[in-house]
């Protein structure tokens, strides 16, 4: 059976009701997951899973800084190997969430470019970096939701947005369960 690590950072809950849809749509693709946020995550031993997932917000077009944290301190327990060589059968996924109101997308791809660059420094493949619309909280946030880049972002993610993470993830976990069967009856 498909093993898979989902971790989360949500100081607002909209990385978390993603991250949560990401880690149904796994179980629904057979997958056995275990979800837990960073504060959580920080002694785990991921390399024990065959699927790692991190989602995080996108602040200031990066990733917030118990992410950037998380980051350094993984990648240096790991002692990185030099040209960071593909370990067979290491997944990882990373999920953003963004408001994006002053360039749309363009401010999340930062954050997810780096969660993905720490997975391929630490040998795993990348099957995706997803990006998903994240209201912005607060009282100050009624501009950033409706005047922004994307227009009326109010409530996302919504059932929409979460379904398509959740039939992603199904799809990705069918696939990868397929890939380790086969290597199993090698
Ligand atoms: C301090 C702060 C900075 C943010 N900076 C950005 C940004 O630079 N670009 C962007 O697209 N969204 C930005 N956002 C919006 C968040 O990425 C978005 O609302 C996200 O879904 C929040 O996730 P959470 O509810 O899991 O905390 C920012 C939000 C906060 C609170």
């Known amino acids: 059976m498909l093993n898979a690590l989902v971790i989360y950072f949500s100081p607002g809950g909209n990385t978390k009701r993603a991250a949560e849809a990401l880690a149904r749509g796994l179980e629904r693709g057979g997958a056995e997951v275990t979800l837990m946020p960073l504060a959580q995550a920080q002694e785990v031993d991921d390399t ?11 602040y200031h077009f990066n990733v917030p800084e ?6 350094k301190k993984r990648l240096n327990k790991a002692a990185v190997r030099l040209g960071a060589p593909v370990q067979p059968y290491k997944w990882a996924v990373v999920l953003i969430t963004y408001g994006g109101p ?16 720490m997975f391929r420094h630490l040998g795993y493949e990348v099957r995706g970096i997803w990006y998903t619309v994240g209201a912005f909280h607060g009282d100050r946030a009624e501009a950033n939701n409706l005047y922004g880049w994307l227009g009326d972002i109010r409530g996302r993610p919504n059932e929409h947005d979460l379904g398509v993470i959740e039939t992603n993830a199904a799809g990705l976990a069918f696939v990868l369960s397929h ?8």
């Open 48 to 58: 024990s899973y065959d699927l790692v997932c991190f989602g995080a917000p996108s």
């Open 66 to 71: 118990p992410v950037l944290h998380y980051v």
């Open 102 to 117: 002053h360039t749309g997308i363009d401010e999340a791809t930062p954050a997810g470019d780096h969660l993905a660059q």
């Open 179 to 186: 890939l380790k069967n086969q290597q199993a009856q090698r």
